[in-house]
């Protein structure tokens, strides 16, 4: 390298995989969201306003930033040559000056200054007036830094497409691609997280539980599917954005797709709203009003719950168990089938029992990790007791409802066989049991639902549940 010759290098998606921008955004959202609000006010000055709002009420930990490793190489290997290194960046000073300490790679940092936004023409004049034109190598990303790469003597590309790439090497000539450009579908689609659309199979247990048999119920029962799990896939999304530094500082939720940077967050940002716009337009094929006014109820909750009842402990699992039990309400708004209260119950202390269970499972992993609380949420090392007799007593209610159901009338008018049915509180009971060991023992999925589903266990259980069931309605001549 010539002694002179200085490497700039910009920060978002080019040292870092992510954008600082929506990190700060999403940052500020989780901690506050009436200050995202008051930070838009300060687009009406300009986006380097808005960064610097941003930046001065966002906390972005640099140590927990998903950063490019060959960028961190090449830098160093720079750095070792005798080389001075520059990270120029549209992000917002405060927030580059932080990262670059952090990085320790860097003689210099210029960022945003809440006037000028650093990027593109900008940015080419500020390194040309500093450096001179042709005195540095500039390391970037995109078609915003044209410019710069023009004016730099070498260009070296992060990620880049080969139409940009070409569009590079027609201004700049010698290139050089340090990170070829990766697309990941199986990523994208694991953020749509589609294993936890099983749990949209609950919107059928209206019907099952009714012995319904119309088509029309049927097919309003699977658009109301269709319609949850789109509104679900969009709930996961923003809470993974407002969850960003809880989950990059978990054991198993850091690689989650847009906490590990496999899907960009203004990729996810842009999917949430229009999965919650195809859930409410497919909801409204189904034709009930009171449908879209339980799928509506559903969406503020899960926002509520993802901005705020989150960290409110004990209440966060009653949310959670409400979430499910909401499920059942739109089976049963869709096919328009009245709701057993009995039906109702039952669902309301069995999902209390899972939502517990979920939250037992988090702080066996705070007490394993030698933490003191829950990272993101409410609860302490020491709550671990109270919340196991939560998750088993919530579990031994619902049995002692459905043995009160099997007491009733009611059921005499839906089975041939109801004593039957008594065969199902034992193998609730072992079930209920067994999830809360499992989960005392650190081996619990972070989601109970999706656990029991892959779990053999509770696989023989559900089949052995099912048999009883159809031996109790099954009438013999």
Not at 81 to 98: E, F, H, I, K, N
Not at 384 to 401: F, H, N, Q
Not at 455 to 467: H, I, M, P
């Amino acid at each position: 390298m010539a002694d002179d010759v200085v490497l700039a290098v910009d920060l978002d998606r080019t040292l870092i995989k992510s954008d600082i921008l929506y990190e700060s955004f999403w940052a500020l959202a989780a901690a506050s969201i009436w200050r995202v609000f008051i930070a838009l006010f300060a687009l009406l000055r300009g986006k380097a306003a808005f960064k610097a709002s941003l930046s001065r009420h966002a906390i972005v930990d640099p140590a927990m930033l998903k950063y490019n490793r060959a960028v961190i190489d090449y830098v160093r290997h720079w750095r070792e040559g005798g080389g001075r290194t520059v990270l120029v960046t549209a992000t917002d000073q405060r927030v580059a000056s932080a990262i670059a300490e952090h990085v320790g790679l860097f003689d210099e940092v210029h960022g945003s200054d809440g006037t000028r936004n650093l990027k593109g023409s900008a940015k080419a004049a500020f390194l040309t007036d500093r450096f001179g034109a042709g005195n540095f190598d500039y390391v970037g990303d995109s078609s915003a830094d044209l410019p710069v790469w023009q004016a730099a003597r070498r260009a070296l590309s992060v990620g880049v497409p080969s139409s940009l790439g070409r569009r590079i090497a027609s201004r700049s000539g010698d290139v050089e691609a340090l990170v070829l450009p990766s697309f990941e579908p199986r990523a994208y689609l694991r953020a749509l997280r589609p294993h936890q659309w099983l749990k949209n199979l609950l919107v059928f247990l209206p019907l099952v539980a009714a012995h319904a048999h119309s088509v029309s119920a049927w097919l309003a029962a699977g658009l109301a599917f269709v319609s949850f799990s789109l509104v679900a896939s969009g709930v996961y999304l923003l809470n993974d954005l407002l969850d960003l530094a809880a989950d990059r500082a978990h054991p198993r939720k850091r690689n989650r797709p847009l906490a590990s940077g496999a899907v960009p967050l203004e990729h996810g940002t842009l999917l949430a709203p229009l999965l919650f716009l195809g859930g409410i337009a497919v909801g409204a094929l189904t034709g009930r009003i009171e449908f879209l006014g339980v799928l509506s109820l559903y969406m503020v909750v899960t926002m509520a719950y993802s901005l705020h009842l989150k960290r409110r402990p004990v209440i966060d699992i009653c949310v959670l168990a409400g979430l499910y039990t909401v499920r059942v309400l739109a089976g049963a708004a869709a096919a328009d089938i009245p709701l057993s209260v009995w039906l109702l119950a039952f669902s309301i202390f069995l999902f209390l029992s899972l939502a517990a269970v979920k939250r037992q499972a988090e702080l066996v992993d705070v007490m394993k990790s030698g933490r003191l609380s829950a990272s993101g949420r409410g609860y302490h090392a020491e709550d671990l007791p109270i919340v196991t007799m939560m998750a088993i007593a919530a579990g031994y209610v619902s049995v002692l409802v459905m043995a009160l159901y099997l007491d009733s009338m009611a059921v005499g008018e839906l089975y041939a066989h109801p004593l039957l049915l008594w065969g199902v509180c034992p193998v609730l009971l072992y079930w209920i049991s067994r999830m809360a060991l499992i989960a005392h023992r650190g081996g619990m999925h972070d989601d109970p639902i999706v656990f029991a589903v892959r779990d053999q266990t509770s696989r023989f259980c559900g089949v052995a549940v099912l048999l009883v069931v159809l031996a109790a309605t099954v009438k013999i001549a």
